[in-house]
């Protein structure tokens, strides 16, 4: 950020959480927990909440306890003499990671070039201009003043004990140190940076570094976290960057097959490309207005593969990725695990990058002891309890009357899902033995521990917790079994069940988890057939909320429920459309990944239309003009819908499990003609590219093994050409059953009675809502047949 002749360079390190409150034993709920599920039954649901709050002080917590934020480690402060200044630009490289910043002179043209190294564990910095030479200083400044965080004592301090900046041998020295040090958790942070001059010479100071008249300047950076700041690294981390070659294309062609091999691994064209002009984001989102802008569309799809691509390394995205530009982040730039990471993390299966979700099984598995301990001592129970709010450790430690997360029990299942479906993405036995089933049966124990029958022959889920919502009628947000939390449990069973069958494991246990899963309470319908938030009486639904946790079960993989049951579908689509019709009357409202999660929700149900209207609201409300994503609409910086964003894209034109493919199940006429490439589908399918124009449809995929699918098309197929396949009929004219063989490339041309968006324009406008259905389709097995079947929205 800054001036073209004074620029900043912040840097950080995804490990960067400073330790400001201690990791504490949970609260000892488990040991109150009949009381506290009493307290429920009689609808005392916030006495319910105020009894754990009262028990954490009486335990000597000391009041709310936020999680630790991630903090930048400093910032590079880049001086360079000059005069006049005009065609000033920035551009990012999204194919190479290339940040640069172009301007010219009355003399000559000038530019700072900035990469992060995958291959070097390097920030690289280049300072160059046409013709003259270039001279500049640089200097290593904190990034933090003087401040106060959290529920910490009232001392004037910051977290940060001290700061020292040396020089030496062309290097720029920084460490620092926390006032707060406990077992576990890092000590403090040091940094290097190394000034490299091509010709003209180079001047070393007390804490700065000047360069005069050379040919070139190269900056190369690192930052690392210290668990025993004591002893320092500062000499091998000068020393293993003073053995790179100091070459900025040397090093940039190490790092850019490794962060452009991702990048290019997937593409969206909707007719953006072709009539793209060289604009400025800025003109391209002021040209957007109700109509959505392919050009713009484009973009957007790119840059949000950028950002998740960039934060990804030894952690998933936080709520900032992994980008921190202040002590005081909002909700401190952790990882919000009740929502945020599973959208933030969404597109890295679907848009051909599983490696990148790797990261999220080690960040949980570093700190299994720690929800083995929240499990057992909020509720007495084996197994693992993933908390809602987690960053340097994972203990339950943030929670209130207000926001009971303690409450919250679907932590571990839902991340269960994760490891699995990367199973049906990539067929990697091996992980599904030796990383999945593990974690899936540690999640599954806890359930059978916490789990108790109710008078109906059912389980109950209590305490449970639908995230951050309450009941219209009831001002608590503790409640009786969430349908967040009995969807998520039903899946976890169908789930582990399938893999013990897949892997020959848990041959005992099976037939138990059979009959639990016949005991689990069913999903039910309000009297306005609105699917219902809280499987319970007398609570009314809160769609003038955020969350949308009713339709997990619609999010990723249909739960067979819906299949079986069009008034499920039914309630589920007239929840969308009220919240939706929320979301209008808020203007967009906040939180842009409860929107990505409802147009999850949406494409599975094939309502198109809404799909469209959604998409156009996130492409309009939530990014701001350096193309980053925000939380709500043009404020707060956050990745979560850099995630969330190709997730909505990729799941309007395919969904797939395993022994099926069904192509654009909710495509908008908007979209009559484009073209994806680089989706991975369940099954190890990898789909090179699609494409379509109005009825014509092309399809190149690869599969991983050997299989039979059934493919689906939204209308009936005339006609059809292909190589590499076997291609056989099946009853329903839409669709085909595929033989593939492992690895060969199979090429698809089908043409189809009516266009690829013909079950979209179906769609009527009815009375109360723009745009809303009146007939659609929905995914669903009969007799092992798969069809697109109408399901009638209201009595007509």
Same mark, same amino acid.
């Given at each position: 950020?800054?001036?073209?002749?004074?620029?900043?360079?912040?840097?950080?390190?995804?490990?960067?959480?400073?330790?400001?409150?201690?990791?504490?034993?949970?609260v000892s709920q488990g040991e109150h927990l009949d009381h506290i599920r009493q307290l429920m039954l009689e609808g005392a649901f916030g006495e319910a909440s105020q009894f754990v709050v009262d028990l954490s002080h009486e335990e000597g917590w000391g009041g709310k306890r936020w999680t630790d934020p991630i903090?930048?480690?400093?910032?590079?402060?880049?001086?360079?003499?000059?005069?006049?200044?005009?065609?000033?630009?920035?551009?990012?490289?999204?194919?190479?990671?290339?940040?640069?910043? +172009?301007? =010219?002179?009355?003399?000559?043209?000038? /530019?700072?070039?900035?990469?992060?190294?995958?291959?070097?564990?390097?920030?690289?910095?280049?300072?160059?201009?046409?013709?003259?030479?270039?001279?500049?200083?640089?200097?290593?400044?904190?990034?933090?003043?003087?401040?106060?965080?959290? @529920?910490?004592?009232?001392?004037?301090?910051?977290?940060?004990?001290?700061?020292?900046?040396?020089?030496?041998?062309?290097?720029?020295?920084?460490?620092?140190?926390?006032? @707060?040090?406990?077992?576990?958790?890092?000590?403090?942070?040091?940094?290097?940076?190394?000034?490299?001059?091509?010709?003209?010479?180079?001047?070393?100071?007390?804490?700065?570094?000047?360069?005069?008249?050379?040919?070139?300047?190269?900056?190369?950076?690192?930052?690392?976290?210290?668990?025993?700041?004591?002893?320092? $690294?500062?000499?091998?981390?000068?020393?293993?960057?003073?053995?790179?070659?100091?070459?900025?294309?040397?090093?940039?062609?190490?790092?850019?097959?490794?962060?452009?091999?991702?990048?290019?691994?997937?593409?969206?064209?909707? $007719?953006?490309? +072709?009539?793209?002009?060289?604009?400025?984001?800025?003109?391209?989102?002021?040209?957007?207005?109700?109509?959505?802008?392919?050009?713009?569309?484009?973009?957007?799809?790119?840059?949000?593969?950028?950002?998740?691509?960039?934060?990804? #390394?030894?952690?998933?995205?936080?709520?900032?990725?992994?980008?921190?530009?202040?002590?005081?982040?909002?909700?401190? #730039?952790?990882?919000?695990?009740?929502?945020?990471?599973?959208?933030?993390?969404?597109?890295?299966? =679907?848009?051909?990058?599983?490696?990148?979700?790797?990261?999220?099984?080690?960040?949980?598995?570093?700190?299994?002891?720690?929800?083995?301990?929240?499990?057992?001592?909020?509720?007495?129970?084996?197994?693992?309890?993933?908390?809602?709010?987690?960053?340097?450790?994972?203990?339950?430690?943030?929670?209130?009357?207000?926001?009971?997360?303690?409450?919250?029990?679907?932590?571990?299942?839902?991340?269960?899902?994760?490891?699995?479906?990367?199973?049906?993405?990539?067929?990697?036995?091996?992980?599904?033995?030796?990383?999945?089933?593990?974690?899936?049966?540690?999640?599954? /124990?806890?359930?059978?521990?916490?789990?108790?029958?109710?008078?109906?022959?059912?389980?109950?889920?209590?305490?449970?917790?639908?995230?951050?919502?309450? &009941?219209?009628?009831?001002?608590?947000?503790? =409640?009786?079994?969430?349908?967040?939390?009995?969807?998520?449990?039903?899946?976890?069973?169908?789930?582990?069940?399938? /893999?013990?069958?897949?892997?020959?494991?848990?041959?005992?246990?099976?037939? +138990?988890?059979?009959?639990?899963?016949?005991?689990?309470?069913?999903?039910?319908?309000?009297?306005?057939?609105?699917?219902?938030?809280?499987?319970?009486?007398?609570?009314?639904?809160?769609?003038?909320?955020?969350?949308?946790?009713?339709?997990?079960?619609?999010?990723?993989?249909?739960?067979?429920?819906?299949?079986?049951?069009?008034?499920?579908?039914?309630?589920?689509?007239?929840?969308?459309?009220?919240?939706?019709?929320?979301?209008?009357?808020?203007?967009?409202?906040?939180?842009?990944?409860?929107?990505?999660?409802?147009?999850?929700?949406? %494409?599975?149900?094939?309502?198109?239309?809404?799909?469209?209207?959604?998409?156009?609201?996130?492409?309009? @409300?939530?990014?701001?003009?350096?193309?980053?994503?925000?939380?709500?609409?043009?404020?707060?910086?956050?990745?979560?819908?850099?995630?969330?964003?190709?997730?909505?894209?990729?799941?309007?034109?395919?969904?797939?499990? &395993?022994?099926?493919?069904?192509?654009?199940? %909710?495509? &908008?006429? %908007?979209? %009559?003609?484009?073209?994806?490439?680089?989706?991975?589908?369940? #099954?190890?399918?990898?789909?090179?590219?699609?494409?379509?124009?109005?009825?014509?449809?092309?399809?190149?995929?690869?599969?991983?093994?050997?299989?039979?699918?059934?493919?689906?098309?939204?209308?009936?197929?005339?006609?059809?050409?292909?190589? $590499?396949?076997?291609?056989?009929?099946?009853?329903?004219?839409?669709?085909?059953?595929?033989?593939?063989?492992?690895?060969?490339?199979? +090429?698809? @041309?089908?043409?189809?009675?009516?266009?690829?968006?013909?079950?979209?324009?179906?769609?009527?406008?009815?009375?109360?809502?723009?745009?809303?259905?009146?007939?659609?389709?929905?995914?669903?097995?009969?007799?092992?047949?798969?069809?697109?079947?109408? =399901? /009638?929205?209201?009595?007509?």
């Amino acid at each position: 950020m800054g001036h073209p002749h004074s620029d900043t360079i912040t840097l950080g390190h995804a490990l960067l959480y400073m330790p400001l409150n201690e990791p504490l034993v949970p609260v000892s709920q488990g040991e109150h927990l009949d009381h506290i599920r009493q307290l429920m039954l009689e609808g005392a649901f916030g006495e319910a909440s105020q009894f754990v709050v009262d028990l954490s002080h009486e335990e000597g917590w000391g009041g709310k306890r936020w999680t630790d934020p991630i903090i930048p480690a400093f910032d590079l402060v880049i001086n360079m003499k000059g005069d006049s200044i005009r065609e000033y630009v920035r551009t990012v490289n999204f194919l190479t990671g290339e940040a640069e910043v +172009k301007w =010219c002179t009355n003399k000559d043209v000038f /530019a700072r070039t900035t990469f992060v190294s995958r291959g070097d564990n390097v920030v690289v910095t280049r300072i160059r201009a046409n013709d003259l030479p270039v001279s500049g200083s640089f200097r290593l400044s904190k990034r933090h003043g003087d401040s106060w965080w959290g @529920n910490i004592d009232r001392r004037d301090h910051t977290g940060i004990d001290e700061v020292k900046t040396t020089v030496e041998d062309g290097f720029i020295i920084y460490r620092s140190s926390f006032q @707060n040090r406990w077992n576990g958790l890092i000590e403090g942070y040091e940094g290097v940076v190394y000034v490299v001059n091509q010709g003209g010479e180079r001047i070393l100071g007390e804490t700065e570094i000047r360069v005069e008249n050379a040919d070139e300047i190269l900056v190369l950076m690192r930052v690392e976290p210290t668990y025993d700041y004591s002893s320092s $690294g500062t000499d091998e981390m000068m020393a293993s960057i003073g053995s790179l070659r100091p070459h900025y294309q040397t090093l940039l062609n190490k790092h850019t097959p490794l962060h452009g091999g991702l990048f290019k691994r997937s593409r969206l064209d909707i $007719g953006g490309r +072709k009539e793209r002009k060289s604009l400025p984001v800025e003109e391209l989102q002021a040209n957007s207005s109700e109509i959505i802008d392919p050009s713009l569309i484009e973009i957007q799809y790119d840059a949000a593969r950028y950002h998740i691509i960039s934060s990804t #390394g030894m952690n998933p995205p936080n709520l900032q990725g992994i980008w921190s530009g202040t002590l005081t982040p909002p909700w401190s #730039g952790d990882f919000t695990m009740n929502g945020n990471v599973p959208v933030a993390v969404s597109s890295m299966l =679907c848009s051909n990058m599983p490696e990148l979700l790797l990261p999220l099984f080690d960040l949980l598995e570093r700190h299994m002891d720690d929800f083995r301990l929240n499990a057992e001592k909020l509720f007495n129970s084996g197994g693992i309890h993933v908390p809602s709010r987690m960053s340097s450790h994972g203990l339950n430690n943030h929670f209130d009357a207000i926001w009971p997360m303690t409450f919250w029990t679907g932590g571990a299942g839902w991340y269960s899902m994760f490891y699995y479906d990367y199973y049906l993405h990539t067929n990697d036995m091996e992980f599904l033995v030796s990383r999945a089933l593990p974690f899936m049966e540690e999640a599954m /124990a806890f359930y059978e521990d916490f789990l108790i029958t109710g008078d109906d022959g059912k389980y109950l889920f209590i305490p449970s917790y639908s995230p951050e919502n309450n &009941p219209g009628n009831i001002p608590y947000q503790a =409640c009786v079994n969430a349908t967040m939390d009995i969807m998520i449990a039903r899946q976890l069973i169908r789930n582990i069940i399938e /893999a013990s069958q897949l892997t020959g494991s848990n041959t005992g246990k099976i037939k +138990k988890w059979k009959a639990m899963l016949e005991k689990m309470p069913l999903y039910e319908l309000n009297e306005q057939g609105e699917l219902r938030e809280w499987v319970w009486p007398d609570t009314e639904e809160n769609h003038s909320h955020r969350h949308v946790s009713q339709l997990y079960a619609l999010f990723d993989i249909m739960d067979p429920k819906f299949r079986e049951d069009p008034h499920l579908v039914e309630g589920a689509r007239k929840v969308i459309h009220q919240k939706m019709r929320h979301r209008r009357e808020a203007d967009g409202g906040i939180m842009s990944f409860g929107m990505a999660q409802l147009a999850f929700a949406a %494409a599975m149900i094939g309502e198109a239309a809404y799909c469209y209207d959604m998409l156009g609201w996130l492409s309009r @409300n939530f990014w701001f003009n350096n193309m980053v994503t925000t939380h709500d609409p043009h404020h707060i910086f956050n990745l979560d819908l850099s995630g969330g964003f190709p997730s909505v894209i990729i799941k309007m034109l395919a969904y797939a499990e &395993p022994g099926l493919i069904s192509l654009f199940p %909710a495509l &908008p006429p %908007a979209f %009559a003609a484009g073209n994806i490439e680089g989706v991975l589908l369940r #099954g190890n399918i990898r789909l090179d590219k699609l494409e379509w124009d109005e009825n014509c449809v092309s399809v190149l995929l690869q599969s991983g093994t050997s299989q039979k699918i059934l493919l689906s098309m939204p209308s009936d197929i005339t006609s059809f050409e292909y190589t $590499g396949a076997m291609l056989s009929d099946h009853p329903d004219k839409a669709s085909k059953w595929l033989e593939l063989e492992a690895g060969a490339p199979v +090429k698809l @041309n089908f043409k189809l009675k009516d266009s690829v968006v013909s079950l979209s324009q179906l769609h009527q406008p009815a009375e109360g809502l723009p745009g809303e259905s009146v007939l659609t389709g929905v995914h669903t097995w009969q007799k092992n047949c798969y069809q697109t079947i109408p =399901c /009638a929205l209201r009595d007509r």
